[in-house]
């Protein structure tokens, strides 16, 4: 199975129309992100992970490319949200991704200041792991 345009086309779409989760393009049901190997060769901060994207209920499934950022929340609102973090020369930065997470915990993060690990997956912050 290749990575393709149209598999991330398809991955946006699903995210745009929900909220919270992502939610399977065929039947509805909560997606599946499993990250299998790290991708070589990227010049990037983070290391890339080939992603498998998958349904926990019917057969669809998706390729695609994922990474984790340690951070904290800068600022968000409904579909933007801005990371700040450290690069791998130990510098400040911060980075803007659209996300799909729940506000409240946005702003419970933001205001706590905490740091937390942030899956971003096709440039949209999917989930946070603590
Ligand atoms: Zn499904």
């Given amino acids: 199975m290749e990575y393709n345009k149209k598999d991330a086309n398809i991955i946006s779409e699903a995210w ?14 909560d ?3 499993s990250q299998i190997n790290p991708i070589s060769g990227s010049d990037d901060d983070y290391i890339s992970f080939d992603t498998i994207i998958e349904c926990g209920f019917c057969s ?11 951070g904290g ?31 409240n915990m946005l ?16 440039n949209h912050v999917v989930e946070i792991i603590e």
């Fill in 31 to 33: 997606m599946i992100i």
């Fill in 107 to 122: 702003k419970q993060l933001k205001e706590s200041g905490e740091l937390v690990e942030f899956l971003i997956v096709n």
């Fill in 16 to 29: 745009n129309e929900s909220n919270q989760h992502m939610n399977c393009p065929k039947c509805g049901n």
């Fill in 60 to 70: 669809f499934k998706l390729r695609s490319e994922s990474f984790k950022i340690l």
């Fill in 73 to 103: 929340v800068k600022d968000f609102d409904l579909k933007k949200i801005s990371i700040g973090s450290w690069s791998n020369s130990g510098s400040r930065t911060s980075s803007n991704y659209e996300h799909v997470l729940d506000y």
